[in-house]
């Protein structure tokens, strides 16, 4: 019961969200142009659903791209952590000797 009416909060915000947002008429012109630019890229693919498939490996490799190049930076940056950590630690070792 409580999932239904969050569900229909949000829905009615999102709605009313939107509403307002469209009194601009800077949104609004930006809104339709974004409508007409998707409306006709569905209509190409529904005409060519091999390019819809092309252009959606595409994105995914850029992604995966894009998170491996990530994960690598970020094995390099804990791999320098942990060699200036454990510098420290060896100058703190012989300090105390």
């Known amino acids: 019961m409580g999932e239904s009416k969050l569900g229909k909060g949000l829905l009615v915000g999102a709605l009313v ?3 307002y947002a469209l009194f601009d008429q800077d ?3 930006e809104a339709v142009t974004c409508v007409k ?7 190409a693919y ?5 390019d819809a498939v092309h252009d959606l490996r ?4 850029h992604v995966a791209q894009a998170v491996t190049t990530g994960s690598e930076q970020a094995v390099r940056i804990l791999d320098q952590l942990n060699d200036f950590l454990e510098k420290i630690e060896s100058q703190s070792e012989e300090s105390t000797e």
């Open 17 to 19: 969200g939107v509403a």
């Open 27 to 29: 949104t609004r012109s």
């Open 37 to 43: 630019q998707t409306s006709e890229k569905v209509k």
């Open 46 to 50: 529904a005409s060519h659903p091999s």
């Open 58 to 61: 595409l994105k995914y490799e």
